[in-house]
């Protein structure tokens, strides 16, 4: 059984930082790209970033680029986001999404339960 | 960017109704497009991937069509576990999902 398991979040203050973490289980991690999608109290979904199975390559939403870093250990199934310079409007919780490539398409199979990420002062 | 627009916002209906979500998007993106349930305090979960396949698990009572800049999802008769927001994913470039539909009595 596929299980994904995010932490790290918490409350910060604005132009601080936060590193979440997302535990994976049940499949071979390093074959399957992963990804980041947040969700603002009360709002809807949206992508914030993904990474290729190898690690090799990385993909940003705009409103994150230059401030959010994705990264992987496949030696221990775990996938990061190091956010830094957070704002107000980055307050959502946070999950993490297995990504799969069927018939060319590229859907989120399987998300973990998420993690709050508050930016107050 | 490719915008994705979803319609409508919100509906009600009643337990056995038939109900249609349209999706948008800004240019074609041929059958790219994803289909989730999300119900409150939950993680989403594909209902409906590459605009019409039907993800393992999920009843037959879901169903997607479209190609191109316009798609639909359909529920052919509304169950209670039903009552949920709905959203439309892009695939075609990176990421977009539109605004979300939400099922409500």
């Known amino acids: 059984e596929v299980q994904l398991l995010e932490s790290g979040g918490g409350l910060v203050q604005p132009g601080g930082s936060l590193r979440l973490s997302c535990a994976a289980s049940g499949f071979t991690f390093s074959s399957y790209a992963m990804s980041w999608v947040r969700q603002a109290p009360g709002k809807g979904l949206e992508w914030v970033s993904a990474?290729?199975?190898?690690?090799?390559?990385?993909y940003y939403a705009d409103s994150v680029r230059g401030r959010f870093t994705i990264s992987r250990d496949n030696s221990k199934n775990t996938l990061f986001l190091q956010m830094n310079s957070l704002r107000t409007e980055d307050t959502a919780v946070y999950y993490c999404?297995?990504?799969?490539?069927?018939?060319?398409?590229?859907?989120?199979?399987?998300w973990g339960q998420g993690t709050l990420v508050t930016v107050s002062s | 960017d490719i915008q994705m627009t979803q319609s409508p916002s919100s509906l009600s209906a009643s337990v056995g109704d038939r109900v249609t979500i349209t999706c948008r998007t800004s240019q074609s993106i041929s059958s790219y497009l994803n289909w989730y349930q999300q119900k409150p305090g939950k993680a989403p979960k594909v209902l409906i991937y590459a605009a019409s396949s039907l993800q393992n698990g999920v009843p037959s009572r879901f169903s997607g069509s479209g190609s191109g800049t316009d798609f639909t999802l359909t529920i052919s008769s509304l169950q209670p576990e039903d009552f949920a927001t709905y959203y439309c994913?892009?695939?075609?470039?990176?990421?977009?999902f539109g605004q979300g539909t939400k099922v409500e009595i």
């Open positions: 999404a297995k990504l799969v490539v069927v018939a060319a398409t590229r859907h989120f199979q399987h």
């Open positions: 994913q892009q695939s075609y470039s990176i990421w977009t």
């Open positions: 990474i290729s199975g190898s690690g090799a390559g990385t």
